[in-house]
């Protein structure tokens, strides 16, 4: 366990970086402080003007220092289909967005990540490519149960599944029968499972109504992914972890209208948690203009009222934290010229903007920066498990830091992102929150638009120091 952050444990010997500000961000609050950094890891937390003589410091003056970002919902595609996004380019955007700990999910690859063999596959193709820290999730398809030990003994951090088609053939979507088999191993194991929470009988009564419909018209995908699709899948999850033990975390949530039988959930002591995206807390149905594909996702965005009911949830804790779901493409996937929503692949590539993203949309609505740190670090930490080494500024912790100007306003430019395809639905949308600095283990990976010399990122394994 790591020692509490007001001990001063290291200050018997010289830290190799002190990073102090007046804004730094502890479990306890926002203050001005001192962070002790010795091997990469916190060794104290001390008062600003603690200094040894001597020391290396970077000063943050008045940005604030927060954890590194944990973002566990990242599709990566490599291998197989590292011409969509790889190792190498995500790591570096992530590193960019102040994000320093990445949990890929098992899909979109090939081999997908559903067998310790395609497991193997997956950490030698990330190989000297990461920027930053990555670990994975494990794959949950119709028949890979004898699978899921050896994954999770290899180092997964949990599993994901889909309850209704992924989008691709690698990847099956899993019914009740299914889980039922599967969620037994995964409650012996304390392996939670992550699901993308959709019934099909929902959605192929929606689409039989809109045979005829203008498929460039938002409002007909709007109305194909219905909120009754996302309800009743989570009604079922709910049911099966309060019969079978077993955990379940909610991915991408979009409905809020599941609030209630979550909340409900949670108050009967049941094992679920559930996150929601930026991209489901900064656009709304309104305001998404016909043809414009490059916002398809699946949950779809939903109404105004919809998105100011998640920004509650995420106020009074039904939602426990924010991942991206960055699921980029080539653009010729994203069917930009002829607009068609049905066509076009589902998914929002802004892997670096999910600070500013919720950020801008956070300070409008009241909220500060702890709460900020609560939902981008320490909450998905916790969900992977990595909450005793990631997502807090705590001694025993790794040095991972992100120093930002919460002031500072942008325009954002596709062509200076780092992912492999410029497309993202925030082009030209002004922001606030500028990323200035990163550190991952106490090494500066990214400063003002410059990168380390080489990447420094490491695999995580479940279980490994």
């Known amino acids: 366990m790591p020692i509490p952050s007001s001990s001063p444990v290291g200050l018997t010997e ?16 926002e203050r001005a402080a001192a962070i002790h950094v010795r091997g990469g890891v916190i060794s104290a937390i001390t008062g600003f003007d603690d200094l040894p003589k001597g ?5 943050s003056h008045d940005l604030v220092v927060m954890p590194g970002i944990v973002d566990t919902h990242v599709h990566i595609n490599e291998p197989g289909r590292t011409e969509w996004e790889g190792f190498s ?47 994975f999730w494990g794959g949950v398809v119709p028949g890979n149960g004898a699978e899921l030990r050896p994954l999770w003994e290899s180092g997964v951090f949990g599993f994901k599944c889909f309850l209704v088609p992924s989008g691709v053939e690698e990847f099956a979507c899993v019914t009740e029968s299914d889980l039922r088999g599967a969620l037994p191993e995964l409650s012996m194991l304390k392996a939670p499972l992550l699901v993308h929470s959709e019934l099909p009988g929902p959605i192929a009564q929606a689409e039989k109504k809109l045979s005829k419909a203008d498929p460039r018209q938002y409002a007909t995908w709007l109305a194909s992914r219905p909120r009754t699709a996302e309800n009743e899948a989570i009604e079922l999850l709910v049911k099966l972890a309060r019969e079978l033990c077993a955990r379940i975390h909610i991915v991408h949530l979009s409905s809020s209208d599941a609030l209630a039988t979550l909340q409900k959930a949670k108050s009967d002591g049941q094992p679920v948690t559930v996150e929601t995206c930026p991209h489901y807390l900064a656009f709304d149905a309104e305001d998404v203009g016909d043809g414009r594909t490059e916002l398809k996702c699946a949950p779809p965005i939903r109404e105004k009222e919809n ?3 998640l920004w509650a949830a995420l106020g009074d804790g039904t939602i426990d934290l924010i ?26 590539a802004a892997l670096e903007l999910s600070l500013p993203a919720v950020w801008t949309e956070a300070s409008s609505r009241g909220y ?8 981008l670090c320490s909450g998905p930490a916790r969900l992977a498990g990595l909450h005793n080494r990631k997502g807090t500024i705590t001694v025993g912790c790794d040095a991972d830091f992100v120093i930002w100007n919460p002031n500072a306003e942008f325009s954002v430019d596709p062509a200076k992102m780092h992912q492999r395809h410029k497309i993202t639905p925030y082009a030209g949308r002004k922001l606030s929150g500028q990323v200035e600095t990163t550190f991952l283990r106490g090494r500066k990976i990214f400063d003002r638009g410059e990168f380390s010399p080489s990447p420094l990122g490491q695999t995580l394994r479940r279980g490994s120091a």
Do not use: Q
């Open 89 to 135: 380019t995500a790591t570096r955007a992530a590193a960019a967005g102040g994000i320093t700990t990445l949990i890929e999910m098992p899909l979109n690859s090939i081999p997908a990540t559903t067998t310790a063999a395609a497991f193997r596959e997956k950490l030698a193709a990330a190989a000297g490519k990461l920027w930053v820290d990555v670990g």
């Open 55 to 59: 020391a290396v410091v970077h000063e």
């Open 14 to 29: 010289t830290p190799d970086l002190i990073v102090r500000g007046r804004r730094v961000v502890t479990p306890e609050h």
């Open 307 to 309: 998105r100011d009911t």
């Open 323 to 348: 991942a991206t779901d960055h699921s980029p493409c080539p653009p010729v996937m994203k069917s930009l010229e002829t607009g068609d929503f049905f066509r076009a692949w589902g998914g929002i």
């Open 368 to 375: 500060a920066v702890p709460r900020l740190a609560e939902w």
